[in-house]
């Protein structure tokens, strides 16, 4: 098992930065491929980015050079930072962890709005 916490959501304005984190505690952290997905109002969730075990990286064409997926194996923690940020980024955020064979986890999510 795995458990995800999702932080770092919040209201920012268009154009300005955040920072999102998933601590993951319970299992092999360094082993799993970690993502973040989002769901705006209305839409179906789908993928922002991800990072596999060995780090590599791969982004949704909407984010691709404005927001930058990383992990700490050492804290269990993967970040997402979100610069550049536009309304339409305005979503629940979830955090995943996926191991084939082993585990598909989620986190409870964290909402980010991005507004004036």
């Known amino acids: 098992q795995v458990q995800l916490v999702e932080s770092g959501g919040g209201l920012v304005q268009p154009g300005g930065s955040l920072r999102l984190s998933c601590a993951a505690s319970?299992?092999?952290?360094?082993?799993?491929?970690m993502g973040w997905y989002r769901r705006a109002p209305g839409k179906q969730r789908g993928l922002v980015a991800v990072?596999?075990?060995?780090?590599?990286?791969n982004y949704a064409d909407s984010v691709k050079g404005r927001f930058t997926i990383s992990r700490d194996n050492a804290k269990n923690t993967v970040y997402l930072q979100m610069t550049s940020l536009k309304p339409e980024d305005t979503a629940a955020y979830y955090c995943?962890?996926?191991?084939?064979?082993?585990?598909?986890?989620w986190g409870q999510g964290t909402q980010v709005t991005v507004s004036s």
């Open positions: 995943n962890a996926f191991q084939k064979g082993i585990g598909d986890y």
């Open positions: 319970g299992s092999t952290f360094s082993a799993y491929a």
């Open positions: 990072i596999t075990s060995g780090g590599m990286t």
